[in-house]
């Protein structure tokens, strides 16, 4: 049996509780909460699985070293002390990623800039070759995370951000990160035992990630690839005996239907659903939720109306105003679940929510409250049995420190704890001054090794923090059946814009 090893899952602010509950369901042992990030161990069979089917993990890390380190100098020593022949064979290209909470170490490329020398350096010392970097497409992602003087390195076994599902063919203004969505349902506690709702579905994340959800079909089906299958000890007979395994898919005996009042979204969300195969599932049409009317059979709502952030509305109060109207007079018997982010907006909806929950969409601490429809009053909705509030959600609102304090709902996260992908691959700090020294620096540095050259004391070493050449990007390729079952799920072509530092990007 193969032995158990550290692991460490990414995933958004708020949803780090629903992730260690898959964990533990997944058979994961040692399962611990952190901030953003679940840790937990298992062996080869467990990391492969936590990318294929967790639905809300953004990253799947192995850690290969811990160690304390108080300045720059240390990093590059503790990193030079890892035998790297082990991680990187000759001719493979590698890429290191960072985070960084601490005083001492202030930019995060920096800190990559040193762990890439060092391994640089002891790889040409060892081999006579230096290895390259590639940012675009490497075949071994590193990633270093650094909070005050404590530092993990870690392998990246994901790749590309686990959020990035494939099915998405077309993209609407501000797309709901996929992540996100299924967070969003699996906290709800509907697990397909209903016909869902959204009826602001936008490009149709909400739905796609409910259907996997009621199926229990694996995120991971969509994807192409995975950072881990280019590692030297890649299973591939386990893999696919993993991609394979349709024993947990369940039969859904319910529906899913999806509207909005842009013919565009819809469109979209149709082609969509049509490459996740889920056609006979979900139902997309256009209506604006103005004249939604009560469904005939016990459903859900789940939404994510407009903010007024990155997408406006000519009459936002209104709009809330209409979605409370809605919910109190034709979605009676139900519960409805909406996410925003404004305290006026959640005023207009003008209902009692049963409990809030502190959610981060992307830089924008949300929140995602619940709304019990009943028809008639409150007091003999109670008195003929009727539960407003469960135990379980009388506990979480009674939680201290639940939300930050003097909270603002106009008020983001600050620089340095942006969610951005809630993934930490993507962190970045904006210090432009320091940006433009370093800049300068490397500048210098490169005049100096140029000017020793033409003198004959240039020995050949390596130019810290200099580029190092990096293998062309080899772009996507089509998607394979690893089933052999004939899958057709598209191409996975993601049509929207692709900013690698966007936290809003899904």
């Known amino acids: ?4 090893f550290e692991l460490i899952a990414k995933t958004f602010m708020g949803l780090e509780p629903v992730l260690a509950k898959e964990l533990t369901q997944l058979g994961a042992k040692d399962v611990k909460i ?40 240390d990093v590059y020593e503790e990193i030079r002390k890892i035998d790297w022949t082990k991680y990187l064979e000759q001719d493979k290209t590698f890429a290191v990623d960072a985070v960084v909470f601490s005083e001492e170490f202030r930019h995060s490329k920096f800190v990559s800039y040193k762990v890439k020398d060092a391994i640089v350096d002891q790889l040409r010392e060892k081999t006579g070759k230096r290895p390259n970097i590639s940012v675009a497409n490497p075949d071994v992602r590193l ?30 203004e501000a797309p709901l990160n996929e992540v996100l969505a299924a967070g969003m349902i699996l906290l ?11 009826p602001m579905c936008g490009s149709g994340t909400l739905l796609i990630e409910a ?105 936002l109060l ?6 409370g109207e809605r919910l109190k007079h034709q979605f009676k018997g139900n519960d409805a679940w909406v996410l925003s982010y404004r305290e006026e907006c959640f ?8 409990i809030k929950i502190p959610l981060y969409n992307g830089s924008l601490e949300c929140e995602f409250r619940k709304y019990q429809m009943f028809d008639g009053k409150l007091k003999d909705f109670r008195s003929e049995g009727g539960v407003v509030k469960t135990e379980e959600e009388k506990r979480q609102m009674a939680e201290k420190h639940r939300f930050k304090k003097n909270r603002d709902f106009k008020q983001r996260l600050e620089e340095t704890e942006q969610n951005e992908e809630g993934d930490i691959r993507s962190f970045t700090f904006h210090h432009h001054k320091l940006e433009k020294e370093e800049r300068k620096e490397r500048r210098d540095r490169r005049s100096n090794d140029e000017r020793d050259e033409r003198k004959g004391d240039y020995k050949g070493g390596a130019k810290k923090g200099g580029g190092y050449k990096g293998s062309p990007n080899r772009g ?17 072509k993601d049509f929207g814009k692709k900013r690698r530092f966007d936290d809003d990007e899904d």
């Open 1 to 4: 049996m193969e032995q158990n």
């Open 34 to 73: 952190g901030r953003r990030m679940v840790s937990f161990t298992g062996d080869k069979e467990m990391m492969y699985r936590a990318n294929f089917q967790l639905h809300t993990a953004i990253r799947i890390l192995k850690p290969i070293s811990h160690f304390k380190a108080k300045s720059a100098d």
């Open 143 to 172: 990633n270093i995370h650094i909070a005050e003087d404590q530092c993990t390195l870690s392998l990246d076994s994901s790749g590309e951000s686990l959020h990035r599902r494939g099915y998405r063919q077309e993209s609407v």
């Open 188 to 198: 709800s506690g509907w697990n397909g035992e209903t016909d869902f709702i959204d």
């Open 211 to 315: 259907a996997l959800i009621a199926k229990n079909m694996a995120p991971g089906l969509f994807r192409k690839e995975y950072a881990f299958e280019k590692w030297p000890d890649f299973d591939a007979d386990l893999f696919d005996s993993i991609y394979n395994d349709e024993s947990q898919e369940r039969e859904f005996k319910h529906h899913i239907y999806g509207y909005d009042i842009d013919m565009k979204a819809v469109n979209t969300a149709t082609l969509n659903v049509k490459a996740a195969g889920l056609t006979n599932d979900i139902t997309v049409k256009q209506q604006d939720f103005k004249d939604f009317t009560q469904p005939g059979e016990k459903s859900i709502i789940i939404t994510n109306p407009p903010y007024g952030e990155r997408i406006s509305t000519p009459d």
């Open 318 to 323: 209104g709009t809330y105003k209409m979605i």
């Open 347 to 354: 005023d207009q909806i003008g209902l009692k929510p049963s």
């Open 476 to 492: 996507g390729h089509e998607r394979f059946d690893r089933s052999g079952k004939g899958r057709s799920f598209g191409k996975g």
